[in-house]
């Protein structure tokens, strides 16, 4: 994907959910989609295996599971 093919993504997508972007604005997302994309690249060519990267588990505040000493 060129820098033009990014661009092109950010300014339609903006149109789809109906935000206003400026030039600049557009611009520097832009940018930052293309420095995120080089590095899922990076990331993509190392051999990994599952337990490499091991998932956390999210648990939003106050949902914490009872300890046993509260049991």
């Given at each position: 994907m060129t820098d033009a093919d990014i661009l092109a993504y950010v300014r339609a997508s903006?149109?789809?959910q109906g935000l206003a972007l400026d030039e600049a604005r557009a611009l520097r997302v832009a940018q930052h989609m293309a420095r995120t994309a080089h590095l899922a690249q990076l990331l993509d060519g190392v051999a990994m295996e599952p337990h490499?990267?091991?998932a956390e588990i999210f648990r939003p505040l106050g949902t914490e599971p009872p300890s046993i000493n509260t049991l």
């Open positions: 903006a149109a789809l490499d990267e091991l």
